[in-house]
């Protein structure tokens, strides 16, 4: 059970982090990186990892790792200031 809570907030936030990634490499016009942050994100659809959590305890985790994501991506970005 904690494996399933560690993978789903992991998987949540890198999922976000990439959509995040992504916007922005599409805003700034950086094509390649754009490309490639898409494929990550094509990557964890194929694998399933939105759509593989099913365990209403494991929920929690991914939810949170979503909002993770979408913070350590945006500091990064805002630190970066790319």
Do not use: Q
Not at 12 to 19: F, I, K
């Amino acid at each position: 059970m904690i494996i399933d809570c560690v993978l789903a907030f992991f998987g949540g936030a890198l999922y976000e982090a990439s959509c995040v990634a992504w916007v922005h490499y599409s805003e700034t016009g950086d094509a390649f990186r754009a490309a490639l942050v898409s494929m990550l994100v094509a990557a964890c659809t194929v694998v399933g990892v939105v759509e593989s959590i099913r365990n209403i305890i494991a929920a929690p985790f991914f939810i949170f790792g979503y909002g993770i994501g979408t913070y350590i991506a945006v500091s990064f970005k805002n630190r970066k200031k790319i």
